[in-house]
């Protein structure tokens, strides 16, 4: 995968991101994002699946522990929500783990904490990681 695969599709989440960030602000549990981000995602007809559980493999075998996201959009991409004043690097080795045990190439982290929305995309590819 390429850095710039899913580049519409990174741009409609972090946009409706942006939207929900602009209308609630900071200061809100993650759970308030949860719930307003999935009536932008309907709104903006983003596919999405919340805090769906989705299979790790180990050496090709599934195991009995799923990884649950807070949002899968587009059958592919991994996104993240927080509520804290910045990211850590613990939220990005948190994004690489569940690329590598679930074989998804991108995920993006949203922290709704701060004044501004922060995001930051996370690409895997052959075991390599990019972020922007």
Do not use: W
């Amino acid at each position: 995968m390429n850095e710039l695969e899913y580049k519409d599709e990174t741009f409609k989440i972090v946009g409706a991101a942006m939207e929900v960030h602009t209308i609630l602000g900071n200061g809100f549990l993650e759970a308030v994002y949860h719930e307003a981000l999935c009536i932008e995602f309907e709104r903006r007809r983003i596919p999405y699946k919340h805090e769906e559980p989705l299979i790790i493999k180990y050496k090709n075998v599934i195991l009995k522990k799923k990884y649950v996201p807070d949002f899968f959009c587009y059958n592919g991409i991994i996104v993240e929500v927080k509520a804290a004043s910045n990211l850590s690097s613990e939220d990005m080795s948190q994004a690489i783990n569940y690329l590598k045990a679930t074989g998804c190439t991108l995920a993006i982290l949203l922290n709704f904490g701060s004044k501004s929305l922060m995001y930051k995309r996370v690409v895997m590819s052959d075991n390599n990681i990019q972020a922007s």
